[in-house]
């Protein structure tokens, strides 16, 4: 069977560039991105595309050459499910904030709603892709809804777990390591789907690349590769704190571990502490399912990643008040950079907000600066803690358009992201126009050190002896 038409459910950072790179190069299928939340669908399609609601580099291009053609965003749910012959379910499974599991299992309340509105509204077969990142054996409750309250029509569930990162999104499903399909792979209904959807990826990923698995496989492959990705940040954050207290140098180090082949050298760059909507949410998840399962030191293993990264975070905070006297109190602090990472303007559990959260309980005064995430998305982040009202937020945290503007007359300047524009700066000029001495905490290393000391600077960077 040839897919003629996708139905998206779901134009977040993952719908929407995989069904903007699907479209593109599928011209034959017509891909429909629906979403319940109206702003974001008028945002894709706004005519300025600078406003799309995700900034991804080259996103952008894509979205222009498909859009109108064979790639639509729209708000008419029912409808683009009735037509499509292929539904992908790729709405947020954040973690849950209430009951059972509260702090640690996956929301599913969004999926199970899709499912419920699959069912109603299907007429006919149906292939339904769990694109979301689910907990292993979310195909099962899905099957079973699917099953117990549509009308009588036949539907596969296939699990294809994205594995993109954000910042590099459209690199990453333009190249992809692997894709990776789960389905119902001992009968002959399932694996018709799973070629289906094979189909759809050979447009331009080789052959060798599509893996196929059972779908108990795939769901558990997209919740450990993070959990590996994550244990890797901190287990090279872990030995930044050794090399500052050692005066061995983390870069020299991740390097020199890195150069072996069977460990690699990619992601070992210690930073302030992993974000993103991912890796904190995804080993919890695994935490809670091994729990569950009566898996207690598998669990423990596991929670270990999360723990040290909360204390790299918080041990960053700490730094920067004993080095300034022991008292930020009063004090301004320009932070550049609240985005969990360059090239996005996604800042879901990113470092920067729990180190403002350190910094604000200290009664600093914050100064913030990032190129891509907008004033009121700061202030939701904050708001978001509960630490405290809406209107201390505001008194204490102001937010710049400019970075020279954010670092004037300020104690210290604290890089809580990597982005590239941060090293060209004239830190000259931010230097003549700031308090003295005047601090630098490089949370993500990317400044010249010794470049700014020779200015004058004091500069912090992560696993350094200072
Ligand atoms: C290790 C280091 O690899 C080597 O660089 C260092 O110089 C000395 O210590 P060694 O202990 O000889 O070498 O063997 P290694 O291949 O690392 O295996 C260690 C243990 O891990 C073995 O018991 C091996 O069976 C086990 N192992 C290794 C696994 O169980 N799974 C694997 O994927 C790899
Ligand atoms: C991650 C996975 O990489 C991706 O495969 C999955 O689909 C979704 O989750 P993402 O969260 O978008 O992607 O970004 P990633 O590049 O993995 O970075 C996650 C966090 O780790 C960021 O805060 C980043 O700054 C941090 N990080 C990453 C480090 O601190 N050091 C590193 O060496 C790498
Ligand atoms: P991700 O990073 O997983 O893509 P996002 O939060 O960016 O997560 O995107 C998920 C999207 O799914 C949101 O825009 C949300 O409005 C949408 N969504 C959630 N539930 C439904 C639903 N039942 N029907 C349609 N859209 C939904």
Same mark, same amino acid.
């Given at each position: 069977?040839?897919?003629?038409?996708?139905?998206?459910?779901?134009?977040?950072?993952?719908?929407?560039?995989?069904?903007?790179?699907?479209?593109?190069?599928?011209?034959?299928?017509?891909?429909?991105?629906?979403?319940?939340?109206?702003?974001?669908?008028?945002?894709?399609?706004?005519?300025?595309?600078?406003?799309?609601?995700?900034?991804?580099?080259?996103?952008?291009?894509?979205?222009?050459?498909?859009?109108?053609?064979?790639?639509?965003?729209?708000?008419?749910?029912?409808?683009?499910?009735?037509? @499509?012959?292929?539904?992908?379910?790729?709405?947020?499974?954040?973690?849950?904030?209430?009951?059972?599991?509260?702090?640690?299992?996956?929301?599913?309340?969004?999926?199970?709603?899709?499912?419920?509105?699959?069912?109603?509204?299907?007429?006919?077969?149906?292939?339904?892709?769990?694109?979301?990142?689910?907990? /292993?054996?979310?195909?099962?409750?899905?099957?079973?809804?699917?099953?117990?309250?549509?009308?009588?029509?036949?539907?596969?569930?296939?699990?294809?777990?994205?594995?993109?990162?954000?910042?590099?999104?459209?690199?990453?499903?333009?190249?992809?390591?692997?894709?990776?399909?789960?389905?119902?792979?001992?009968?002959?209904?399932?694996?018709?789907?799973?070629?289906?959807?094979?189909?759809?990826?050979?447009?331009?990923?080789?052959?060798?690349?599509?893996?196929?698995?059972?779908?108990?496989?795939?769901?558990?492959?997209?919740?450990?590769?993070?959990?590996?990705?994550?244990?890797?940040?901190?287990?090279?954050?872990?030995?930044?704190?050794?090399?500052?207290?050692?005066?061995?140098?983390?870069?020299?180090?991740?390097?020199?571990?890195?150069?072996?082949?069977?460990?690699?050298?990619?992601?070992?760059?210690?930073?302030?502490?992993?974000?993103?909507?991912?890796?904190?949410?995804?080993?919890?998840?695994?935490?809670?399912?091994?729990?569950?399962?009566?898996?207690?030191?598998?669990?423990?293993?596991?929670?270990?990643?999360?723990?040290?990264?909360?204390?790299?975070?918080?041990?960053?905070?700490?730094?920067? /008040?004993?080095?300034?006297?022991?008292?930020?109190?009063?004090?301004?602090?320009?932070?550049?950079?609240?985005?969990?990472?360059?090239?996005?303007?996604?800042?879901?559990?990113?470092?920067?907000?729990? /180190? @403002?959260?350190?910094?604000? @309980?200290?009664?600093?005064?914050?100064?913030?600066?990032?190129?891509?995430?907008?004033?009121?998305?700061?202030?939701?982040?904050?708001?978001?803690?509960?630490?405290?009202?809406?209107?201390?937020?505001?008194?204490?945290?102001?937010?710049?358009?400019?970075?020279?503007?954010?670092?004037?007359?300020?104690?210290?300047?604290?890089?809580?992201?990597?982005?590239?524009?941060?090293?060209?700066?004239?830190?000259?000029?931010?230097?003549?126009?700031?308090?003295?001495?005047?601090?630098?905490?490089?949370?993500?290393?990317?400044?010249?050190?010794?470049?700014?000391?020779?200015?004058?600077?004091? /500069?912090?960077?992560?696993?350094?002896?200072?």
């Amino acid at each position: 069977m040839r897919v003629k038409r996708i139905c998206c459910i779901g134009a977040g950072y993952v719908g929407g560039p995989t069904m903007a790179i699907i479209a593109q190069k599928n011209p034959s299928i017509a891909v429909t991105v629906v979403d319940i939340n109206a702003n974001r669908i008028a945002a894709w399609n706004d005519e300025n595309l600078d406003n799309l609601p995700i900034y991804e580099p080259g996103l952008s291009e894509v979205v222009k050459e498909a859009r109108g053609k064979n790639l639509f965003f729209s708000t008419a749910v029912d409808q683009a499910i009735e037509e @499509a012959d292929m539904i992908f379910i790729s709405v947020n499974t954040p973690t849950k904030t209430y009951g059972v599991g509260k702090g640690m299992a996956a929301d599913l309340k969004f999926i199970e709603l899709c499912a419920r509105q699959i069912a109603r509204v299907s007429k006919s077969n149906k292939i339904v892709v769990e694109k979301s990142t689910l907990p /292993v054996r979310t195909a099962e409750a899905l099957k079973s809804i699917l099953d117990n309250t549509g009308n009588g029509v036949n539907f596969q569930i296939l699990s294809n777990p994205e594995f993109l990162a954000e910042g590099t999104a459209v690199n990453d499903l333009l190249n992809p390591d692997r894709v990776l399909i789960g389905g119902d792979i001992d009968h002959e209904k399932g694996k018709e789907a799973m070629q289906a959807l094979v189909d759809v990826y050979a447009s331009w990923v080789p052959k060798e690349r599509i893996l196929t698995t059972n779908i108990w496989s795939s769901e558990l492959s997209k919740l450990t590769a993070n959990a590996f990705l994550a244990q890797r940040v901190s287990s090279i954050n872990a030995l930044s704190e050794l090399c500052e207290a050692t005066g061995a140098d983390d870069n020299e180090v991740a390097k020199a571990i890195g150069a072996d082949s069977r460990i690699g050298s990619k992601f070992l760059q210690a930073s302030v502490g992993f974000g993103g909507s991912c890796f904190q949410k995804d080993i919890l998840n695994l935490v809670y399912i091994s729990r569950s399962l009566g898996l207690a030191e598998v669990a423990d293993y596991w929670e270990q990643v999360i723990t040290m990264n909360d204390h790299q975070k918080d041990r960053f905070a700490k730094k920067m /008040v004993s080095t300034m006297y022991n008292t930020v109190s009063g004090k301004q602090i320009a932070l550049l950079g609240w985005a969990f990472k360059k090239d996005t303007n996604d800042t879901r559990e990113s470092a920067a907000i729990y /180190v @403002a959260d350190e910094l604000l @309980a200290e009664q600093a005064q914050l100064h913030v600066f990032d190129p891509k995430v907008q004033k009121q998305q700061i202030l939701n982040d904050l708001k978001t803690l509960n630490t405290r009202s809406e209107e201390e937020n505001a008194n204490l945290v102001s937010i710049y358009n400019d970075p020279f503007k954010a670092c004037e007359d300020v104690h210290a300047i604290a890089v809580m992201t990597e982005w590239d524009e941060f090293r060209e700066y004239d830190w000259q000029k931010i230097y003549d126009q700031m308090m003295k001495p005047a601090f630098v905490f490089d949370g993500r290393n990317i400044l010249d050190a010794k470049k700014l000391e020779a200015i004058g600077f004091s /500069v912090f960077q992560i696993g350094k002896a200072n």
